[in-house]
T-cell receptor
């Protein structure tokens, strides 16, 4: 299995809703990432998990709450979002987060497109 | 700080003609560089990577890129464009700040004319 699977593919939510995005990989990768991509813009890093511990939080608002329950799963919990949070949310994984190996290439999922009304 | 600059926001070529997508990098040490492609409403797919081995890197779907330290460039080329190559292309540099981060260029939209 060489894929990163994201669900749901599309999500529409109101500003008072609580929802979650899910990401799963079975490649034995120990690093997982959340990126946010606005329309016609490049992806921007939100969070990095390494061995199920949060390594990087790019000053993301607390209405986004990541969770890594095990090495194969990554969730992004959403609460009280704003319309400007509408975007494509991309999950990725890699062997590890270190620089030493050329094998640390990120594999991306197809994304979850979020619309906040 | 490490960064990449994609020199063209949009490139348009005819089917069967060569493709050149330009990328310059800024780095205080030998960088790890990547090209990713994103088809409409899809995720990102790795085309190729440079990690200080051979300077000419071959990727998938006939693409290749050459790392030129003297010019701080990592341009993406393909000898003959196909309609299926129409997509957004991102030049990416890997930054290590505790953990690895990918820093993306602004993207180049490639249009293929029949």
């Amino acid at each position: 299995d060489t894929e990163v699977t994201q669900t749901p593919k599309h999500l529409v939510m109101g500003m008072t809703n609580k929802k979650s995005l899910k990401c799963e990989q079975h490649m034995g990768h120990r690093a997982m990432y959340w990126y946010k991509q606005k329309a016609k813009k490049p992806p921007e890093l939100m969070f990095v998990y390494s061995y199920e511990k949060l390594s990087i939080n790019e000053s993301v608002p607390s209405r986004f709450s990541p969770e890594c329950p095990n090495s194969s799963l990554l969730n992004l919990h959403l609460h009280a979002l704003q319309p400007e949070d509408s975007a494509l949310y991309l999950c990725a994984s890699s062997h590890e987060t270190g620089a030493s190996s050329g094998a640390n290439v990120l594999t991306f999922g197809a994304g979850s497109r979020l619309t906040v009304l | 700080a490490q960064s990449v600059t994609q020199l063209d926001s949009h490139v348009s070529v005819s089917e069967g003609t060569p493709v050149l997508l330009r990328c310059n990098y800024s780095s205080s040490y030998s960088p790890s560089l990547f090209w990713y492609v994103q088809h409409p409403n899809k995720g990102l797919q790795l085309l190729l990577k440079y990690t200080s081995a051979a300077t000419l890197v071959k990727g998938i779907n006939g693409f290749e890129a050459e790392f030129k330290k003297s010019e701080t460039s990592f341009h993406l080329t393909k000898p003959s464009a196909h309609m299926s190559d129409a997509a957004e292309y991102f030049c990416v540099v890997r930054v290590i700040q505790g953990a690895q981060k990918l820093v993306f260029g602004q993207g180049t939209r490639l249009t293929i004319n029949p």
